[in-house]
């Protein structure tokens, strides 16, 4: 009587466990690697409503509404009227580091929805970055307070 053999050998058992651990970790990198590009796309079209956010503010209040973004503290929060009406701290909320070519960016906008020029802390275009790990995302805030990606 033949007697037959079920199931698999351990080395074949092991040449899939070995394959299936290679394949997950390439897709675990690759996971990571989108996972921080979103998340930096994400923060700077955060800060890219927050500016229209403070537009609208001015436009609809009749006063000069200020945009801070702090580099140190990686925020940004919009001033009104005396009080903060909108605060985004982008390292807690999101992890990202924001990196500009000043510590301190101020935009002021007026009632007539641009920004103010006496009033911002730049008089030529500033660039803001927005990186979390080897990604980034950038944007150049102009003196008038439009943004360009």
Not at 36 to 62: C, D, K, L, P, T
Request: glycine content about 8%; hydrophobic content about 45%; charged content about 15%.
């Amino acid at each position: 009587m033949k007697r037959r053999n079920r199931g698999f050998t351990l080395i074949e058992v092991l040449v899939v466990i070995v394959i299936g651990s290679i394949l997950m970790s390439m897709a675990v990198k690759g996971f990571g690697n989108t996972s921080s590009r979103m998340a930096a796309r994400q923060a700077r079209n955060v800060f890219n409503g927050m500016a229209a956010r403070a537009r609208a503010h001015a436009i609809e209040s009749g006063w000069n509404t200020l945009l801070y973004a702090n580099t140190a503290g990686d925020s940004a929060w919009i001033w009104a009227n005396g009080r903060i009406v909108e605060n985004v701290r982008f390292y807690d909320e999101m992890g990202i580091d924001l990196q500009a070519t000043t510590t301190t960016v101020r935009i002021c906008m007026g009632p007539r929805g641009y920004a103010n020029t006496n009033c911002n802390s730049f008089s030529s275009p500033v660039k803001m970055a927005f990186v979390q790990g080897a990604q980034s995302e950038t944007i150049e805030i102009l003196p008038l307070g439009q943004i360009r990606w």
